[in-house]
Nanobody
Framework: QVQLVESGGGSVQPGGSLRLSCTAP????????IHWYRQAAGKQRDWVSS???????TYADSVKGRFTISTDKTKDTVYLQMNSLKPEDTAMYSC?????????????WGQGTQVTVSS
């Protein structure tokens, strides 16, 4: 099995930017989609954005126009560029592979990366 690795989180002021990374060795070869989720303290995990194996992107309404998801296939890495951050974006961000049974079962959730937006 493969462990997903998220990175790039941190503390920023409102209006700031961060770029998160999700590395999943082999996911492009397996033609997996990648979904980003976030979970604020005491709340349920929410879907944020997805990129399919063929590059189609989708976003939650709450982040549309501010976040951009992209893929670097040479690095088996998916990025989440987050601009115009708001305090309500504060959460633990995690990624997961989806698609075929291989995509679901082969790749394990990572530790996540914490994003804190405050003044």
């Amino acid at each position: 099995q493969v462990q997903l690795v998220e990175s790039g989180g941190g503390s920023v002021q409102p209006g700031g930017s961060l770029r998160l990374s999700c590395t999943a060795p082999g996911f492009t070869s397996d033609s997996c989609a990648i979904h980003w989720y976030r979970q604020a303290a005491g709340k349920q995990r929410d879907w944020v954005s997805s990129v399919s194996a063929d590059g189609r992107t989708t976003y939650a309404d709450s982040v549309k126009g501010r976040f951009t998801i992209s893929t670097d296939k040479t690095k088996d890495t998916v990025y989440l560029q987050m601009n115009s951050l708001k305090p309500e974006d504060t959460a633990m961000y995690s990624c997961k592979t989806f698609g075929s049974l291989t995509c679901v079962m082969k790749y394990n959730w990572g530790q996540g990366t914490q994003v804190t937006v405050s003044s």
